[in-house]
């Protein structure tokens, strides 16, 4: 597992002892996580809006989600989803137009459930979607 960063960390933890519980069982996490606090792009994006930082990697959580939204921002300097996806023929717009027209885009699959969930993520900055 390893977290490439052009910004320094200011805190890095490892969690390789980590369990859960699922349906009253309890597992073990097989491979760890990797969590590192990144040193305040935000910032660094508002001094130099040419910075093009790409942020990207298994995230293990859904788009809705707080974690997710915070990483990607708000106002000018939010980070693009590139969000890999394919029409899959379906043309009709979204039924509800707070919602993106449906596109088929995920990255994992839980069988036990049939649920299709996208948790990988590339997300560029403003100015990388200007270079395109």
């Keep these: 597992?390893?977290?490439l960063s052009r910004f320094p960390f200011t805190a890095r933890r490892s969690?390789?002892?980590e369990d859960f519980l699922l349906g009253g069982r309890r597992f073990r996490v097989s491979r760890g996580f990797a969590e590192v606090d990144v040193q305040k792009i935000d910032a660094r994006l508002a001094a130099n809006p040419e910075l093009n930082p790409v942020v990207l990697g298994d995230f293990n959580d859904t788009c809705d989600s707080r974690p997710i939204?915070?990483?990607?921002?708000?106002g000018r300097h939010k980070l693009i989803d590139t969000r890999p996806a394919e029409r899959n023929g379906d043309n009709l717009p979204s039924s509800n137009p707070a919602w993106p027209p449906r596109n088929v885009?995920?990255?994992?699959?839980?069988g036990k459930d049939d649920t299709h969930s996208r948790i990988d993520y590339i997300l560029l900055s403003p100015g990388l979607k200007e270079k395109g």
């Design 15 to 17: 969690h390789t002892n």
């Design 69 to 74: 939204r915070l990483l990607i921002g708000r």
């Design 105 to 110: 885009a995920w990255t994992h699959y839980l």
């Design 1 to 3: 597992m390893a977290v």
